[in-house]
């Protein structure tokens, strides 16, 4: 079955610090793998995909992520967290054959001055 | 990118009136259209999906009678609650999808209170 595990509910980083937000997950097929930010009382914003090609995906806001096939993880990266960063980050799978998305819970992230 | 467009943002109701929810694809034609809730602080849950000129596939769980989605065209959805009650307040996204893409792209979303 397909899933998508988000381990922590809140990451807390200082402004400035490098940021992690971790995804793994559970496909059958070819994974395609979205994150995707959502600020209070708003829709969700696309940060980046990985569908095929390099590992390392560069997308929105100078966020990151790294395809590792081989631990099924998909973790969202920042080198430099800014407060405006702080908000609720989701991680989305699908396979290749079947555009429906698995969504993780979601992370708070929180970005302290 | 692809840009869709929800409306109305936000709407208050009396309990056992209807509310209709629009979703629009505003350049580019939306083959399939998703239509997710979302309760305070959790993911978002998958209500439906519906290709257009085709009835709306329901994710168990959902009623169909309660939650209509009409997908009459390649760029609207419409979302309708029927009978609204309390319980059904939340926050409803639409997402949309072209042949040309891979993802969806996201509606801003319509918070619904019902009273």
């Known amino acids: 079955a397909q899933s998508v595990a988000q381990p922590e509910d809140q990451v807390n980083v200082a402004e400035g610090n490098p940021l992690t937000v971790k995804c793994t997950y559970s496909?059958?097929?070819?994974?395609?793998l979205f994150w995707y930010v959502q600020y209070p009382n708003r829709g969700l914003q696309f940060l980046l995909k990985?569908?095929?090609?390099d590992n390392l995906v560069k997308g929105s806001y100078g966020f990151e992520a790294e395809f590792n096939k081989s631990q099924t993880s998909f973790h969202l990266k920042k080198p430099s967290a800014l407060v405006s960063d702080s908000a609720l980050y989701f991680c989305?799978?699908?396979?290749?054959?079947?555009?429906?998305?698995?969504w993780g819970a979601g992370t708070k992230l929180i970005i302290k001055p | 990118g692809a840009v869709v467009s929800q409306h109305p943002s936000r709407v208050i109701c009396k309990s056992g009136t209807s509310v209709k929810i629009e979703c629009r694809s505003l350049?580019?034609?939306?083959?399939?259209m998703f239509w997710y809730r979302q309760f305070p602080k959790q993911s978002l849950m998958l209500m439906a999906t519906?290709?257009?000129?085709?009835?709306?596939?329901?994710e168990q769980g959902v009623e169909k009678d309660k939650f209509l989605i009409n997908h009459a065209s390649l760029t609207l959805s419409t979302l309708t609650v029927t009978s609204a009650h309390p319980e059904d307040s939340s926050f409803y996204i639409c997402?949309?999808?072209?042949?040309?893409?891979?993802?969806?792209?996201f509606g801003p979303g319509t918070r619904l209170t019902v009273l």
């Open positions: 350049d580019f034609q939306a083959t399939t």
């Open positions: 989305a799978v699908r396979e290749d054959s079947n555009y429906q998305l698995i």
């Open positions: 990985y569908i095929t090609g």
């Open positions: 496909v059958s097929g070819n994974p395609y």
């Open positions: 997402s949309a999808r072209g042949d040309n893409y891979n993802e969806q792209f």
């Open positions: 519906s290709n257009e000129g085709s009835k709306a596939t329901y």
